[in-house]
């Protein structure tokens, strides 16, 4: 585990311009072979084919991203006590965060460590117990720091319950954090939620930033409260079909997304990226773009 770890911030003052987040990494595994896990999702990659997932986290580190996500979706304890893994799920989480250092080797490239709701992220309805949602997200954050990531960026949130666990946690052991919202065409977490009532609770704990993620540009564009006196950023949806298919294709080719994007990036974004169904070549196109426009 390095010794020091990145300042997001400072990055992002150093470079002055918003930080390239990679794109899908689910997805693309899925395309490449991989089967996919009820539980686990493709985290099950990490460990069946640790070089696949390496290789991915190059592409978007050679296609110019500045953050790469571990691979770690589904690596948390709701998950991973429902598998027959032979291995811990520290074990499991470290191996997963260390393919990531490992594509990153020298370079000045930002890992954020994935935390993912607790259950579905699509699930509207509680189906496990508070004590067991502490659990997972407590676990799941400490293992994630543990390893050596960065930050902790807490993708596709939308139940006030694990915002509030994933806050407290965080701020009262000074881990530095994201969350990135879930929402829908209402501008409503899938707990009922208001969006803005919900990006107001999160600000009081200090986040680095406050996101948006896996919602389609559609949904996006209704929205309203980026908090412009906070960091923000966003990566949205690009696949086809339905958010719970479990075969996700590129729906939004990298110079529609782009031509999407742009009028955001004047709200100058901490970063920006892209979500399921996107591929390096929406990051290579976002870099090209700020490229000429910085």
Not at 103 to 108: G, M, S, T
Not at 130 to 145: A, D, G, V
Not at 163 to 190: A, W
Not at 281 to 288: L, Q, V
Request: aromatic letters at 12%; hydrophobic letters at 35%.
């Amino acid at each position: 585990m390095k010794t020091k770890r990145i300042d997001i911030i400072q990055r992002y003052n150093d470079l002055n311009r918003p930080l390239i987040l990679d794109g899908a990494m689910g997805s693309l595994l899925i395309q490449r072979g991989i089967e996919y896990d009820p539980f686990l999702w493709t985290s099950k990659a990490n460990i069946t084919s640790p070089q696949l997932v390496k290789e991915l986290h190059n592409n978007y580190i050679n296609s110019g991203a500045d953050i790469i996500t571990t691979n770690t979706f589904r690596t948390n304890p709701a998950a991973y006590k429902n598998t027959y893994l032979n291995i811990s799920n520290e074990t499991f989480v470290n191996m997963s965060v260390s393919l990531a250092m490992e594509a990153r080797k020298e370079k000045e490239i930002i890992i954020a460590g994935s935390n993912a709701p607790a259950e579905d992220c699509y699930q509207a309805e509680r189906t496990i117990s508070f004590i067991e949602l502490e659990f997972n997200h407590k676990s799941h954050i400490q293992m994630l720091w543990d390893s050596g990531v960065d930050i902790i960026w807490n993708e596709t949130f939308s139940h006030m319950d694990e915002i509030k666990i994933v806050c407290e946690y965080c701020s009262s052991n000074n881990i530095p954090f994201v969350i990135n919202f879930f929402f829908n065409e209402n501008l409503k977490l899938l707990c009922g939620e208001t969006l803005i009532k919900a990006v107001d609770y999160v600000l009081r704990y200090y986040p680095v930033a406050i996101g948006y993620n896996c919602i389609t540009p559609n949904i996006f564009s209704k929205n309203h409260f980026f908090n412009f006196n906070h960091p923000w950023g966003f990566y949205l949806n690009c696949g086809s079909g339905k958010y719970t298919d479990k075969t996700i294709k590129c729906g939004i080719s990298p110079e529609e997304y782009l031509a999407f994007i742009k009028p955001y990036l004047r709200q100058k974004p901490l970063f920006i990226g892209s979500c399921c169904g996107s591929t390096p070549e929406h990051t290579k196109n976002i870099k090209d773009y700020i490229n000429k426009e910085y």
